[in-house]
């Protein structure tokens, strides 16, 4: 069986996955690897599974052609090189949904925390003074909440925010359907004038870079609060430390940060730190056993399936195809150039090997072509060789 390698403290529940569908030859590791390390530890391996601290760049896909597939054991997929992984022939696959419950409730926690102000008040009755005063202090019943991306996540949030009694408006660049009674707003400006809180549930990328600035958080309401648990570099940091320190912002709850500590012993360097309104959560949303356990059986169900059936469904830079029963004595995963004619030279190579087509599925995306092929015949190492010589040919594998 295929050697599979496992960053990060991947859990448990993912080893399960692969060892109840016969794949023994694992190696587990419990952080990221310095990069001398990471090659030794990435030499042979098929199967690679990582978090958001392994790094996987053009060069290494390049160094390392036996690596057949990649799991990101997370949601996020910016760690690796897509587009390099695809021109090999390599799909990548993540969590895009198994953690969503857990940073919906911390969302949702946080905004309760800073709408009732319970950061300030935790901070001063352990420096010795009780203040109970409720100036400042709200319910969440009644409110606007602001969700800006309405995704997975972001609905969710949406969704728990009503069950107590919060009024949720949400604005995203593709039209989505809204759950509950949340309602879109047309502009990012019409959202921040009457939103108590506004979260965050955007994509990284050039396009959602630093959409949290001075001029929109100048748009906020007096007082409302931000709470951004997407990505990083969405918020400009030096600009909403001018808001609250003047007191326009009410208090913010940030779990990611446009510059992290590498290691659990380096501090965060950021001008936030030390404010007593604002809450700083070390990249954790999505960190629950729950999330981690789905997760960890998520991406391992989906690395199998394409080990042993060539199932790319879900994805993120290849194309997808669904899980289909095997109907011959072997299946072909054949990914090749996105050329005119390239399905018909596959079909003729196979003839040419004395290959008898049973079925065929094929999808294309951008530069590349995925044919998954069921045929009867015998498929030996020299028909695999005669396929991976011809230049149409970027990389063919048998299903196990």
Avoid at 258 to 264: N, Y
Avoid at 282 to 304: C, D, F, Y
Wanted: charged share 20%; with cysteine.
């Amino acid at each position: 069986m295929a050697q599979i390698v496992l960053f990060e403290n991947v859990h448990p529940s993912g080893v399960a996955v692969f060892r109840d569908s016969g794949f023994n030859d694992i190696a587990t590791y419990s952080s990221s690897l310095p990069p001398a390390e990471l090659r030794a530890a990435l030499a042979g391996a098929e199967v690679v599974g990582i978090r958001s601290r392994t790094h996987l760049d053009a060069s290494l896909f390049r160094e390392f052609p036996s690596v057949r597939v990649v799991g990101c054991f997370c949601i996020g997929t910016n760690q690796v090189d897509l587009d390099s992984a695809m021109r090999g022939g390599v799909p990548v696959f993540n969590a895009p949904f198994s953690n969503t419950r857990s940073v919906a409730e911390l969302v949702l926690g946080e905004a309760i925390l800073l709408l009732r102000r319970v950061p300030e008040k935790n901070e001063r009755v352990h420096q010795g003074h009780w203040d109970k005063t409720a100036n400042g202090a709200y319910e969440a019943r009644g409110k606007t909440l602001g969700v800006i991306g309405y995704g997975n996540i972001g609905s969710q949030v949406g969704t728990l925010a009503e069950s107590v009694g919060m009024r949720v408006v949400f604005h995203d660049v593709e039209a989505k359907l809204p759950l509950g009674n949340a309602r879109a707003v047309s502009t990012l400006a019409e959202l921040l004038a009457q939103s108590d809180v506004v979260t965050l549930h955007v994509p990284g990328g050039r396009s959602t870079e630093n959409i949290i600035n001075a001029e929109t958080l100048a748009q906020m309401k007096p007082g409302a609060i931000l709470i951004n648990a997407s990505r990083g570099t969405v918020v400009d940091i030096d600009a909403l430390h001018a808001a609250l320190s003047s007191k326009h912002v009410g208090g913010a709850a940030l779990d990611v940060f446009p510059v992290e500590p590498k290691s659990k012993d380096e501090p965060l360097a950021s001008p936030l730190v030390g404010l007593p309104n604002v809450i700083l959560t070390p990249h954790i949303a999505g960190s629950t056993q729950e999330s981690q356990e789905n997760i960890g059986r998520e991406v391992a169900e989906k690395l199998v399936r394409f080990m042993q059936s060539g199932t790319t469904k879900g994805a993120v830079n290849f194309p997808e195809l669904p899980f289909t029963e095997h109907s011959g004595t072997a299946r072909i995963l054949h990914i090749h150039k996105n050329v005119p004619g390239a399905l018909g030279t596959l079909d003729n190579l196979l003839a040419e090997q004395g290959l008898n087509i049973c079925s065929q599925n094929l999808q294309t995306r951008g530069e590349i072509g995925y044919v998954v092929t069921d045929v009867d015949g015998n498929v030996n190492d020299k028909v695999m060789a005669a396929l991976r010589a011809h230049p149409i040919t970027i990389r063919c594998e048998k299903a196990l």
